[in-house]
Structures are given as structure tokens and as C-alpha cells.
């Protein structure tokens, strides 16, 4: 009786949720099968997980990140389930929920198109025109220091802007991602090198003519290794590594004991 009552408000909420992203959920069979991991639709059902939206409830998807992080462990170690798998499992999850976001602010920006954008009233026309001239320039002193001042954030913002607007010099864009690195910014790096390379719904007309991009590709999975490794899967089955560049990234991934990751590049390549 107790965990009746300790559970219901929280299945409210889910279902507030649901409604207010309208989520399009499938049966989680055709779920499994879309990502080519059929083989843990028993685990799951024995794990008293029948539906996709039973697995957004047990692993708390829509709640903080932190809470998501002990719903996912918790349904690691309930289901068996290796991490490699899990992490497919969340990002799957994950860009559902962003998708259904992207389509609410977007139906939203349709019904109120007069008034100003939340990004478009912070980000200041002088400072992106400001750092499309240092591409243009191929600027490497503004680079350098850019994304380490007061204004860094604001900088960076310009940067991804002209990114998702404007084709930009590959060396110019060079120098930037050169300066973010000096920075030290790696969750910085992956967010503009996942734009160019990864395939998505926000427009990039860079990633014409960079998304195969052989050393960016490379430098979005070194520095998913080192600061985002509970996503390179998901990096890894969206990207065509060179076949020459595999060994080296393998030998990285076991470094980091990123075991799953290692195996599964290794299979890619054969």
C-alpha cells in the first residue's frame, strides 16, 4: 500500500509531462527494434518495464539530469543491462524528448512570429560581427582570448550563431575551435563540432562542406572521451570514423576503460 501511494503523484506528473511535450510514443518492441537492440526487450519486461513509458517513469528521463543519472544506473543494475546498451537506450530517450521540445518551440514561435526570440534578444549584432570578422581574418590572437574572459559565454554565442546561419572559412573556423580549446572549454568544442558534423534538425550550413571533416571527426570523439564519455556511443554510430583512424581510437577509448565503446568501433571496422 505504501509504495501505491508513495508512487501515484509521481505517474500525475509523468502524464503532466507527457501532455505538455505531447509525446509521440511506439510500443517499446518497435522502440528496441529502431535502435537494433531487440535483445533487451526480455530483460526489460522482467524487469517490470513493458512500455516506453514505463521506461521514462523508472528512470526518472524528464526529471534533472541528476536524478536521471540514478534512474538509469538503477535500471542498469535491475535489468542487467550492459552500460553500452544503456547509454543507447538514454540518448534515444533523450532526443525524443528534445525533438518533441524543438516542435513545441517552434509551433510556439509560429503562433507569436512578431515578437523577438529568447536567443535572438540576447545575442549583440556588434559581437557577431566581431567574431565573423576574426574568422574572416583568420584571427588567432582574438581566438586565444575570446573564450576565457569576462564575455566568453557571449562570444560563444556569437560564434554558434554565425555557425547556424552563415557558411564560415574553414581555417577561420579553425582558429576559433583552436581558441576554444585553449580556453579549455571541451563541452564548448563538442557542441560546435557536433553542429557541423552530427546530422539535425537545427541548420548548419557548414556541415556541407565539413561534416566529413576527418580531424574534426577525430576531435569530437577525443573529447568526448575525456569529458562527455557516458555519450560516445551515440557520437560513434552517427559518425564514419576513417578506417586508419579506428586503431588509435580504440586504443583511447580502452585507456579511458571505455570497453564497450572500444568493442563496438572495432566492429564498425570490419
Same mark, same amino acid.
Request: overall charge negative; some cysteine; glycine content about 6%.
Given at each position: 500500500q505504501v509504495l501505491v501511494e508513495t508512487k501515484e503523484p509521481a505517474v500525475d506528473e509523468l502524464q503532466e509531462s507527457f501532455d505538455e511535450l505531447e509525446l509521440q510514443v511506439e510500443p517499446l518492441p518497435d522502440f528496441l527494434?529502431?535502435?537494433?537492440?531487440?535483445?533487451?526487450?526480455?530483460?526489460?519486461?522482467?524487469?517490470?518495464?513493458?512500455?516506453?513509458?514505463? &521506461?521514462?517513469?523508472?528512470?526518472?528521463?524528464?526529471?534533472?539530469?541528476?536524478?536521471?543519472?540514478?534512474?538509469?544506473?538503477?535500471?542498469?543494475? +535491475?535489468?542487467? $543491462?550492459?552500460?553500452? @546498451? $544503456?547509454? *543507447?537506450?538514454? @540518448?534515444?530517450?533523450?532526443?525524443?524528448?528534445e525533438n518533441s521540445e524543438k516542435k513545441q518551440r517552434g509551433e510556439e514561435m509560429e503562433s507569436s512570429s512578431s515578437a523577438p526570440t529568447k536567443s535572438s534578444s540576447k545575442i549583440d549584432p556588434e559581437r557577431v560581427a566581431n567574431v565573423r570578422s576574426a574568422i574572416v581574418r583568420q584571427d588567432e590572437e582574438f581566438f586565444k582570448k575570446a573564450y576565457s574572459g569576462e564575455d566568453a559565454k557571449e562570444n560563444f554565442e556569437a560564434t554558434l550563431a554565425l555557425l547556424k546561419t552563415e557558411f564560415l572559412e574553414p581555417v577561420g573556423l579553425s582558429k576559433a575551435v583552436k581558441g576554444l580549446m585553449t580556453a579549455d572549454k571541451p563541452l564548448w568544442? $563538442?557542441?560546435?563540432?557536433?553542429? $557541423? &558534423?552530427?546530422?539535425?534538425?537545427? +541548420?548548419?550550413?557548414? *556541415?556541407?562542406?565539413?561534416?566529413? =571533416?576527418?580531424?574534426?571527426?577525430? &576531435?569530437?570523439?577525443?573529447?568526448?572521451?575525456?569529458?562527455?564519455?557516458?555519450?560516445?556511443?551515440?557520437?560513434?554510430?552517427?559518425?564514419?570514423?576513417?578506417? %586508419? %583512424?579506428?586503431?588509435?581510437?580504440?586504443?583511447?577509448?580502452? =585507456?579511458? @576503460?571505455?570497453?564497450?565503446?572500444? +568493442?563496438?568501433?572495432?566492429? +564498425?571496422? *570490419?
Open positions: 527494434g529502431s535502435l537494433g537492440l531487440d535483445e533487451l526487450l526480455e530483460p526489460l519486461e522482467s524487469a517490470g518495464i513493458g512500455s516506453v513509458e514505463d &521506461l521514462l517513469y523508472e528512470t526518472s528521463a524528464l526529471e534533472e539530469e541528476e536524478t536521471a543519472d540514478a534512474g538509469w544506473e538503477g535500471l542498469r543494475v +535491475k535489468a542487467r $543491462i550492459k552500460p553500452g @546498451h $544503456i547509454i *543507447r537506450l538514454r @540518448h534515444a530517450l533523450e532526443e525524443m524528448i568544442i $563538442i557542441q560546435v563540432l557536433k553542429l $557541423i &558534423l552530427l546530422p539535425s534538425s537545427e +541548420k548548419c550550413p557548414n *556541415r556541407e562542406t565539413q561534416g566529413l =571533416n576527418r580531424n574534426l571527426i577525430n &576531435l569530437l570523439i577525443v573529447f568526448a572521451v575525456k569529458a562527455e564519455p557516458e555519450k560516445l556511443m551515440f557520437y560513434l554510430e552517427k559518425l564514419d570514423i576513417f578506417p %586508419d %583512424d579506428i586503431p588509435k581510437m580504440v586504443k583511447l577509448m580502452r =585507456n579511458s @576503460h571505455l570497453e564497450e565503446e572500444a +568493442k563496438y568501433l572495432e566492429s +564498425k571496422s *570490419r
